[in-house]
C-alpha cells in the first residue's frame, strides 16, 4: 500500500516510451537490483526549456539548491531529505519507476501541485441522503484532457505562490472555466470563491503516485477539503471545465471511484473526515 503503482510497469504519458519493468519487491532502492536498466526519458516540451522547466542538470550554468527554497521554487520534499545520484541529480524517495530523467515533469526531484477537493452533502428532495447510516457526500471532480481520467481539479504551485493561492485558481480554471470569463462576470466568482476558500482543512501532504514520476523527478501535493455543510456557497455554482479539464461533475463520494493519480486515497482520508458514506 506504501509503494508507487501508478508510475511503474506501463507506458508513460503522452508517449511511446516503456517503462523498464520494477516488480514489487525491487521498487526500494536498498534491494539490490543489478538487471536494473531504465529508459532515459525526457519530453520535446521539457527540453524546449519553458519557464515552468529546469534547465537540464548537464547544462554548463545549471545550479539549484536541492532541498531547499530555491529562489521561488520550493526543493523540498514533503518525504524529508532526499539523496542526488553521482551526477548530482534527485533520486525518488519511493524508489524505482522504471524511467531516468525528468518525463514531462519540469522540475529535478519534487514538483509541488495542489488539489482541492470540494464537497457537500448529496440531497433529494431537500433531505440529505443516507447510505448504510451515514451522510453521503459528494464532491467536484474534473475529467483530465490528457486521460480522461476523472480527477481533483488541482495543479501545480507557480513559482512564488501560496497552496492557499494555488487550489482557488485551479479550481477557479479548471471547475469553473473562469479564464474565459468576462472581467465583471471573473470578479463575481473571486468573491464568492474567497469567502468559501476561507477555512480549508488539509487531508493530505506528501507524494503523489502520479503517472508522470520517474526516478528523478516526481509529485507531491497538499490537498484540502473545503465543505460547503449547508450547500447555500460553491454547493450551488454552475460548474464549466476549463484550461486542462474537458469534464466536470459532483461525484457521489463511495469506495468505488477510480480516480487519476492517489485522487481515490484523498478522497478516502476526506470521508473519514466528513464522517461520511464510505463503502
Ligand atoms: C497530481 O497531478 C496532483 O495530485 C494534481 O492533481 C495534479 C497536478 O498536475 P496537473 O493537473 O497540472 O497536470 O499528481
Ligand atoms: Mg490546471
Ligand atoms: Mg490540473
Request: charged residues 30%; contains cysteine; hydrophobic residues 35%.
Amino acid at each position: 500500500n506504501n509503494l508507487h503503482v501508478k508510475c511503474r510497469n506501463d507506458t508513460y504519458p503522452r508517449s511511446k516510451v516503456v517503462r523498464a519493468k520494477v516488480p514489487d519487491d525491487k521498487v526500494d532502492w536498498s534491494v539490490n537490483f543489478p538487471e536494473y536498466a531504465p529508459v532515459v526519458y525526457t519530453s520535446d516540451s521539457v527540453k524546449k526549456k519553458p519557464e515552468w522547466a529546469d534547465d537540464d542538470y548537464t547544462e554548463p550554468n545549471f545550479l539549484a539548491k536541492w532541498n531547499e527554497i530555491d529562489g521561488n521554487v520550493d526543493r523540498r520534499s514533503f518525504l524529508g531529505k532526499y539523496d542526488l545520484t553521482t551526477e548530482g541529480i534527485p533520486i525518488n524517495p519511493k524508489g524505482r519507476t522504471g524511467i531516468k530523467g525528468r518525463g514531462c515533469l519540469g522540475r529535478w526531484g519534487p514538483n509541488h501541485a495542489a488539489d482541492p477537493i470540494v464537497t457537500r452533502w448529496k440531497m433529494e428532495d431537500d433531505k440529505p441522503v443516507f447510505k448504510n447510516g451515514k451522510r453521503v457526500a459528494q464532491f467536484i471532480s474534473v475529467q483530465r484532457k490528457d486521460n480522461g481520467q476523472w480527477a481533483l481539479p488541482g495543479g501545480m504551485v507557480d513559482p512564488g505562490e501560496e497552496v492557499t493561492e494555488t487550489v482557488r485558481r485551479e479550481f477557479g480554471e479548471e471547475a469553473l472555466d473562469s479564464m474565459n470569463l468576462s472581467g465583471a462576470e471573473k470578479e463575481k466568482m473571486e468573491a464568492v470563491i474567497d469567502e468559501f476558500f476561507h477555512n480549508g482543512t488539509v487531508i493530505y501532504k506528501g507524494y503523489v503516485d502520479d503517472p508522470r514520476n520517474t526516478d528523478n523527478a516526481w509529485m507531491e501535493t497538499v490537498a484540502m477539503n473545503f465543505h460547503d455543510d449547508k450547500g447555500t456557497g460553491v454547493a450551488k455554482f454552475s460548474l464549466n471545465a476549463g484550461s486542462d479539464a474537458v469534464g466536470v461533475q459532483w461525484l457521489d463520494i463511495s469506495k468505488t471511484l477510480e480516480l487519476y493519480a492517489s485522487h481515490a486515497d484523498f478522497i478516502r482520508r476526506t470521508a473519514q473526515h466528513l464522517d461520511a458514506y464510505w463503502e
